[in-house]
């Protein structure tokens, strides 16, 4: 049965075919873009798969068996292979993508006021298939966003192409021609004005931004000689300009952040591989990651941080000029920690999952090429200290004298205080004097002694070379990336006897030849605020309320004060401040705390 809906029969109107009962979203949308022409503006709508009532039509769409760029425009028949361009191979044309390939460019002249000869036409062709009518293609026929091996965990009955599906009449409603044809109007209407709206936003909003994101790709060796960095001073769509406008100046992968305001301040942002990818070419530096506010601006050295984003593609800060310090800052650090790169996030409920959060080193302690000799008095450690750093050997390292400690050559990270300070306070007057009974009782005699956080062994490796242990054992301990470097400066002071390296990541299990030690020490292991609990939560492991510990503390950071509130729930600290040096070193904000578990 013939089955169509018009507008109107007078005169010589031109007529739009497409076939009759159930309709889906391509001749919907088909239909309505050639409505946009001048030609086919007041069009009458011709619904039928008689083929003699459809050769009548000026036009037919989906519908026919045929395809002749010029009359017919359907994609049915066997042999058809079209597709939008060489640049879209996936997704064969339906009638909606055939229409929009050879009328879509006059569609976008005349909805936006362009000129033929304008060139942002095809940019804009190209991009509002890409966002709008491919996908109508790809629905029709039957091409899968996701591979066909991928189970879907929902069902997405939202899209447009799902929507228009829902307008065909019930399976217990009234299924006339006239009902299927008003239906096909309102189909025709919503797929059309959702495509207007989205021709409207990239002509008049996403295309202006093209010149904005120019000037300020232009312009940006003004912020990194290398032209590294973006700035712009509003938020515009810039991901797919940037990427297209790098190819124009054959400067590809070169512009790695963007600086923008979001109207409340600016945010930095990684550029990514591709526009839609979400790994970042290069990310904002590992340990700012998940790090907020004056911890922030504190790890950073630039005021007003306001976040970084815990995967590293995005940051804030309060002004213009913090969001450009944070993006040129992080061009020179490395995006992924050097030496162990993670440890596990503690979690106190043990069947729980773990999750992985990266952290700096958790003891920073490392002297290039440096010696320090044992059983000397703190003032002349201070005074080695503030020597200007040994260069490091050229020659292959060879073991020192006994009374001398020497570490492998190795850069120490930014921001790390001397680490002497803090091996300093561990020589405090007690120590030196090795006749003490109390003391020798402590240390002395078989004792196992675990060092926390010991970075390449430097704090272990003096009290051994310093003292006259009597048969106790160090255990420096770290992360698995540091044990080589501690093995290999345990061999170079031949205290391969007295302390050995282990593995000890903060927050995980203790291994039993670490459980219950006699005495534990820990030397500037507070300075990254993510790691506060785990540190605390191995200490607790580690001790036992008779287990002295020896706290050595450089305060950086407020943010401090965070770790000795979570620290003080479970442990009584008492400052040490009997020795020569003390007032000289809480100048330095560097304390020595005796501890005891609660």
Sequence with gaps: MLRRFYTTTVGNMARIGTHSGTFHCDEALAVYMLRLLPKYKDATVTRSRDPAVLEECDIIVDVTGQYDGVKHFDHHQREFNEFFSPQFQNTKLSSAGLVYKHFGEEIIREQLGLE????????????????????????????????????????????????????????????????????????SELVGAAFIDRLNYYG???????????????????????????VFDEFLPWKDHLFQIEAELQVPGQILYVVYSDGKGYRVQAVPES???????????????????????????????????????????????????????????????????????????????????????????????????????TSCLRKQADAPPLQPPTSPAVPLPNKTLTTTPRAPPPSTPSPPFSLNLFYYPKMPDQEDPEFRAR???????????????????????????????IYVTDQENMIPIMTENIRLNNCQDTVIPAELDWGTTVSPELQEPDIVIAADCVYFEPAFPLLVQ???????????????????????????????????????????????????SIFLYRVIKR
Excluded at 152 to 170: E, Q, Y
């Design 116 to 187: 033929e000869s304008d060139s942002r036409v095809k940019l804009i062709h190209n991009k509002v298939y890409a966002e709008f009518v491919e996908a109508v293609d790809a629905n029709d026929n039957g091409v899968s966003p996701y591979p066909a091996d991928v189970k879907p965990t929902f069902k997405d009955r939202l899209s447009i192409p799902g929507m228009v599906a829902h307008l065909n009449p019930w399976w217990n409603q009234p299924f006339t021609d006239e009902i299927l044809d008003a239906q096909f109007q309102k189909a």
């Design 538 to 588: 191995t200490m607790r492991d580690l001790t036992t309320p008779d287990t002295p510990i020896y706290f050595c503390y450089k305060k950086r950071r407020n943010a401090d004060k965070h770790f000795f509130k979570m620290f003080k729930k479970h442990f009584v600290l008492e400052e040490i401040k009997d020795f020569p040096e003390w007032e000289t070193f809480s100048r330095e």
């Design 275 to 377: 526009p839609e990818s979400f790994k970042s070419r290069k990310p904002l530096p590992e340990n700012w990651r998940g790090v907020r506010d004056q911890a922030l601006s504190d790890l950073t050295g630039i005021p007003g941080c306001v976040f970084v984003h815990a995967a590293g593609f995005i940051g804030g800060n309060a002004t213009r000029e913090g969001a450009l310090e944070m993006a040129i800052k992080a061009l020179d650090m490395d995006c992924k920690v050097q030496g162990p790169p993670q440890i596990r996030d503690f979690n106190p409920n043990p069947q729980g999952p773990r999750s992985i959060q990266p952290i700096p080193h958790c003891s920073p302690f490392t002297i290039p090429g440096q010696l320090i000799a044992d059983r000397i008095p």
């Design 443 to 473: 240390i002395c005699g078989g004792k196992r002694i675990v060092e926390v956080g010991s970075g390449t062994a430097l704090t272990g490796l003096a009290l051994a070379k310093g003292l006259d242990l009597e048969g106790s054992k």
């Design 204 to 230: 008049r909003a996403w295309l202006p931004a093209r010149d904005l994101v120019f000037r300020a790709i232009d312009s940006r060796r003004a912020y990194d000689p290398e032209g590294r960095i973006v």
